[in-house]
């Protein structure tokens, strides 16, 4: 039945499936625990900055190593205002900065990367450098990062009209994360369904017959690359207020590496594919520990490997999908 | 030295064939004038205007639209996305955030003309030969640069799927100015208004068909002595 279903309408099918997903977790908090809300809604800022990879490594064909460097400057860009600014708009002017700054940042690194024609593993290595760098930064200057004690992001409130959005409240929290998601999906499927989007999956594909037809493929993939940046950077402020404190981890290599698991895991290309690898391990993380103890980690490594062997493009990363999307 | 000396013009709305036997340096002279590959002296020029050195992303938007000898279509996408990323290759970053209906209803018109409408949403990859040759065709045709420049459009070509070829090249010389990169002389004597023979990287002969099959040169290097 589904599988007629999915071949006349897979773009409905799919439509419904994720429609049911999203049902599911805004019911999460009405039925699970305070703790699993907690870790779903980190789960949610970290399956925004999936997406935000995905866009660069699943559609533009471009790994970037060090993502969390965007995550990390969006999570400290937020940290740093609202701790410096008071008034009713301090959290807005961080949000703001958090989108703004590490989106200039992207397009700074795409300027000196793709117009001097580094690609592949080359970025790769560049990226990473850059999040190690980054990291040690935010180590070595203590009276302006907090260094590694950290930075305290709690009490914040977003001032509306008609009352206040409470940041330290879990399940508030919890429901901006999942808004916030399920906005940038959409956003980001219909930026790939764009010819921006079209044109950076045929360069994807192959940069000489993309450059052939006339599209300058360096200036699109800094263009991508700024927008990921910023999408990585709001669910970096959106991570510092669940964390309740921000340290050097947010944009070293560790997040950078956990990040490139969840898509592959979910899929690559298909953007909803980070989501999901997000929620697993999440899941699995806080489930396993609990369950199997010290083994977790050994657990999660054999399902990794089971994926990678059996599924190489992930758990979602079909053709099917990736024509919804827009990415084949 | 794969090409030396050589001096072409070609004008405006055109379709000018260039023959000569395998290594004489034609997908070379093609490989300079859409910039993959860098003359070590030498000018070219586009309407009068200096092309010399530039990237090749900015000769196609010059209007330099080439169809490679092995086809070479962007597989993993679909027929209609392919002819859609085409369409849209020489818009500035601007105009790619929205996808207006008269580019779609072109598209959709596009492959009804190359009669690949029922593989529209089928990978290009998984596209028999002829369909691939005729895809990136459309490819070109979506592009509308104002120079076409194509490398052996019939290569491996039964001869129904040639005689398909060469009805939608003459569509799209009727709009275009094309050089042609072709081995079968039947299919040069078919659609050639001028005719260039490259040898040994430089030009041999440069004229019509007829004076090109009277050249004694010309039969003694490539066409035989055959009738």
Request: glycine residues 12%.
């Amino acid at each position: 039945m589904i599988m007629t279903l999915a071949g006349r309408h897979p773009a409905r099918l799919g439509l419904g499936l994720l429609g049911v997903g999203i049902l599911v977790l805004a019911l999460v908090p009405t039925f699970a625990s305070s703790y699993y809300t907690s870790v779903l809604g980190e789960a949610l800022a970290f399956s925004i900055f999936a997406i935000s990879l995905d866009l660069m490594w699943g559609i533009s064909g471009v790994l970037s190593f060090g993502h969390a460097a965007f995550f990390g400057i969006g999570a400290y860009a937020f940290g740093l205002l609202t701790q410096d600014l008071s008034g009713g708009s301090a959290t807005y002017i961080a949000v703001i900065a958090a989108l703004v700054i590490p989106g200039l940042f992207g397009a700074g690194l795409g300027y000196f990367t793709f117009f001097s024609g580094v690609s592949g593993p080359y970025f790769a290595i560049i990226t990473l450098t850059v999040a190690l760098i980054l990291g040690q930064a935010a180590t070595s200057f203590p009276h302006f990062t907090g260094g590694l004690n950290g930075l305290y992001t709690t009490g914040l409130v977003f001032q509306v009209p008609g009352g206040e959005i409470d940041l330290s409240d879990v399940v508030t929290l919890y429901y901006v994360a999942l808004v916030l998601t399920v906005l940038i999906l959409f956003g980001a499927i219909g930026l790939v369904r764009t010819p921006f989007g079209q044109a950076l999956v045929a360069a994807g594909e192959s940069e000489t017959r993309a450059a052939s037809l006339g599209y300058n493929t360096a200036l699109l993939k800094t263009a991508m690359l700024a927008v990921s940046g910023a999408i990585a950077g709001l669910a970096g402020a959106l991570y510092a207020p669940m964390a309740s404190f921000i340290n050097p981890d947010v944009v070293g290599l560790t997040l950078s590496t956990n990040v490139i698991i969840w898509v592959a895991l979910g899929g690559r290309g298909v953007l909803v594919g980070g989501v999901v690898g997000a929620l697993i391990i999440a899941f699995l993380s806080s489930y396993l520990s609990g369950s199997v103890g010290h083994a977790w980690l050994l657990t999660l490594g054999v399902l990794l490997l089971l994926v990678v062997l059996f599924r190489p493009s992930g758990l979602l990363g079909t053709r099917a999908i990736r024509r919804i999307v827009g990415s084949a | 030295m794969a090409l030396n000396g050589v001096d072409l013009r070609v004008h405006a709305g055109e379709l000018l064939a260039i023959i000569g036997p395998n290594g004489a340096g034609k997908s070379t002279l093609f490989n300079v004038i859409t910039g993959h590959v860098r003359a070590s002296s030498g000018r070219l020029q586009l309407r009068g205007r200096e092309i010399t050195g530039m990237a090749r992303h900015r000769l196609a938007r010059l209007g330099i639209g080439r169809k490679y000898q092995v086809p070479t279509v962007f597989d993993s996408l679909s027929v209609r996305r392919n002819l859609t990323v085409a369409a849209y290759g020489r818009s500035p970053l601007g105009r790619l955030v929205w996808s207006p209906p008269s580019v779609r209803e072109r598209v959709e018109h596009l492959m009804e003309f190359l009669r690949l409408s029922i593989r529209a949403g089928d990978a290009a990859g998984t596209l028999s030969h002829g369909e691939k040759q005729w895809l990136e065709i459309g490819m070109v045709l979506a592009n509308d640069p104002e120079l076409v420049l194509l490398d052996e459009p019939t290569a491996g070509m039964t001869t129904q799927e040639t005689r398909r070829t060469e009805a939608l090249l003459k569509e799209l010389a009727a709009g275009h100015t094309v050089v042609v990169i072709e081995h079968d002389i039947r299919f040069v004597r078919e659609v050639a208004h001028r005719v260039v023979v490259l040898h040994r990287g430089r030009v041999l002969a440069d004229g019509t068909i007829a004076e090109i099959e009277r050249d004694e040169t010309v039969r003694d290097v490539y066409l035989g002595r055959s009738p």
